[in-house]
Every structure is written in C-alpha cells, then in structure tokens.
C-alpha cells in the first residue's frame, strides 16, 4: 500500500502526476532508494481539486431565463395506438440522445422503439413485438430507457425484475441489476419502475414494490439502497411507491418521484453508502450512511392541483439554470419549480383529452438539444413534442461529465479523505 507523505514546498522531489488529491512522486532516499509508492501534498496558497460525483453522461438543455413552449404539441408516432412502426401501445418513458434520436419504452408491445432524428416511422432496436417473455431478447413490461455516451441502451424491464443492457446493434441483452426474481434482497428487484446510469456505468433503480432506490455498480451482483428502503411510508427516510428517479449533474443529488406521497424528494450524496466525499472544509466517512431525504416539490401526503401541490409525480429533470420540471401525472399538467421555490409554475396544461394541446395521466418528460419538450402521454399512447419558444444564447447543450473542476484560493486548512481508508489529511498538518 502506499505511504502518505506531507510536504512543504522546499521539499526535493520529482513529480510524476497528479490525481485530484493526491501528488504522485518518485522520491529518493538518502541511500539512493527509489520509493514509487508515495502521496503527497504540498502547502500551496490556492487548490484546484477535482471531486468525482456520479455524474451522468445526459443531455443538460440550455433554456432561456423566461423560456415558454408551445401550448399545442406535435404527435411523434403518427399512427396513434397499435403494433407498427409508427405506432405505440402503452408507452412509459423516452429518452433523446445527442443525435436527436428518440428512444420510447412501448411497454405494451414489449418492446424499445428507436425514432432518428428527421424520421416518422419508428424502428424496433430491443425486444419483440407483442411477444412478452424473460429470454435476453424480450421483455415483460418495459418502462424505463437510457442510452449512455457509447450508445448502450439499458431499459428497465419491470415484470422480470431486472435491468437488461443491450451494447449498440446488439440483438441480445445482458443483465445488469436484478434477475434473480421479486423480493427485497438487495440480488432482486421489487417491480423496476425507472432507470438512472453514471458515467461510471452504475445503475440506479427505483424500485416500486420495495418502496426505495437501489444503485448498482458496473458488474456488481447486488445493490446499495440509496434512498428509502424503510418500508411505505411518509417519513423522510421512508418512499411510497417510487418512481422516477435522476440526478441533478450540477449538485449530484439523487432526486425521486415519490409518487404515492405526491412529493419529489432529494438525497445527498454525500448521504450515501461510506464512500462518497464533497467539497467541504472538512471530509468524514460516514460507515452508516443516512438515506433521509428532503421534500423539494409537493406536500406530503397532500393531491391537489394548487402551485405548491402535485398528484402522482412521476417524472423529474433539470435544465441548466437548476430548474425542476415535473410530469404531474394525475392533474395532467407539467410543473417548473426554479430552485429553492416553495411553488411551481405550470408550462404546460389544457385539461384532461387527447387534444393536441391535452395530456392524459403522463408518464415521463424528457428535453433535447433544442429545449424542446417530449411528453410521454400514456394513456392516450403517444409521444408528444412541445416546441421551445426561444433559442438560448449559448447554442451547444451541456454534455455532464464524471469529475468537476473547482478552484480555491482559500489559504485555511482544508482536510480531504482518501476514499479507501479512514485518515484524515490537511494541507496544513501533517497527517
């Protein structure tokens, strides 16, 4: 294992690199040893630390500060409610990639429908046409979808209970969470609502029966509860039939639709599991961890339409300004909260009905490069596209990354904590 070694900025010393927080150096003793092994800091007026969050590779659209859409949508699958290519039967999510590429969980037909950019007819990329089944080639139920920066596609396939990943032009998939049948042991999934991947490929899942979140590292054989898993309930530490989940790329915070309590609730990271750390002025391992989550939208346990009101959430995401946008599923309507509100502002409501301009018990809302909106409209099985109203100023949207840049010039002590032990460090003492 390597030493830790504190270092002044008089210190004789060959510096080969340097990751976040640690100074990799190659020392030589005073016999003329080469140690390899060794960390160091040196004491320096201004820091740039690079902390890893779990980031995910996810479209962040730029929107205008008083951005609007348009009141009346345009239908994606023009062919209304069936099996063909331009039609859906049940759709749950929809997912849009960097290419403009529309991706839908046609749950009904057991089946992901790809939609590229420009074209009216979909295409079957993942299971098989109203052949439901448990084969690494079908689905039973899918609800979720997401495609990470290499063009995998995972989709969360509810009554198997698990999570199948298909690698790009795949015809099989692999399982990634999950397969081990219905139950609360973090190897089995408790009937996956929605799906959520980090650029480190970990997946996290809200799972609707077992009332909590689970994250799934790439290639683990078990999950980490993330938030809820203390049974239903209305408590802070408690979820109530979860559904969407996501991560805002700015904070890290996990963010889920706590539908049944007719809340969004928002967990820290630095709340999770035992190794996650943050920009503080100091670093702590929590071996318990906290899953206790805070009400940012809604009143709990409280359906109504009213603006600091929602009734079965079912989807959240943020724009880059750290807007919230909110599928208010049962009052048909999609809520904007900016950040820190008390109340929301609807962007796009005109009752219940399969009017262009209406929504019927929506299930998710997803944004593309443009700000352009994507409702999916479940009940009345389409895709609906709400145009945005404006062009932002800067014209490229954000692709979030795993590491974020942060520079301080502060010269007070600063303490970090080496994620694979329990020693403290500080630029200005010695460990």
Not at 64 to 83: D, E, L, P, Q
Not at 145 to 157: E, G, H, R, T
């Amino acid at each position: 294992m390597c030493r830790a070694h504190y270092n002044d900025d008089n210190d004789n010393t060959s510096s080969t690199g340097f990751d976040g927080l640690f100074e990799h150096v190659l020392r030589t003793d005073n016999k003329g040893n080469r140690n390899l092994c060794i960390r160091t800091y040196r004491r320096v007026k201004q820091i740039r630390l690079l902390i890893y969050v779990p980031f995910v590779a996810q479209i962040v659209p730029l929107i205008c500060t008083n951005g609007s859409w348009a009141t009346s949508g345009s239908v994606i699958n023009t062919g209304g409610s069936g099996t063909g290519s331009t039609q859906l039967s049940g759709p749950f999510d929809v997912f849009i990639d960097s290419n403009q590429n529309i991706y839908v969980a046609d749950s009904n037909n057991q089946r992901v429908q790809q939609w590229q950019s420009g074209q009216t007819n979909g295409s079957t990329i993942a299971g098989v046409t109203s052949q439901s089944g448990n084969g690494f080639n079908q689905f039973n139920s899918p609800t979720s979808v997401f495609v990470d920066i290499n063009d995998n596609l995972y989709v969360a396939d509810l009554n198997n209970y698990r999570v199948q990943r298909w690698a790009s032009n795949s015809v099989v998939g692999t399982t990634v969470a999950g397969g081990n049948g219905q139950g609360p042991a973090l190897t089995q999934l408790g009937t996956t609502y929605s799906i959520y991947v980090d650029t480190n490929d970990s997946v996290y899942v809200s799972e609707l029966g077992n009332h909590r979140v689970t994250k799934w590292a790439s290639g683990a054989s078990s999950g980490v509860v993330v938030a809820g898993g203390a049974g239903a309930g209305s408590s802070a530490t408690q979820l109530q039939y979860p559904v969407g989940v996501t991560i805002q790329t700015s904070t890290g915070n996990i963010y889920i639709a706590d539908q049944s309590n007719h809340r969004v609730q928002r967990v820290s990271p630095r709340m999770i599991g035992n190794k996650f750390f943050w920009l503080s002025t100091s670093y702590r391992k929590n071996p318990a961890g906290s899953l206790t989550g805070t009400t940012v939208a809604g009143q709990t346990g409280t359906c109504g339409i009213g603006s600091s009101q929602l009734c079965f959430p079912k989807s959240v995401q943020f724009d880059t300004l750290g807007n919230m946008y909110i599928v208010d599923s049962s009052n048909n309507r999609i809520q904007r909260w900016a950040p820190n509100a008390v109340s929301g502002t609807t962007i796009l409501q005109q009752g219940s009905g399969s009017g262009l301009s209406q929504l019927n018990a929506p299930n998710g809302g997803k944004f593309d490069l443009l700000g352009n909106y994507y409702v999916v409209d479940t009940t009345n099985n389409r895709i609906m596209k709400y145009a945005s109203s404006c062009v932002p100023t800067t014209t490229a949207s954000t692709i979030a990354t795993s590491g974020s840049s942060l520079m301080s010039s502060s010269t007070s002590a600063m303490q970090y904590l080496y994620i694979s032990s329990n020693i403290f460090w500080s630029i200005d003492a010695t460990p």
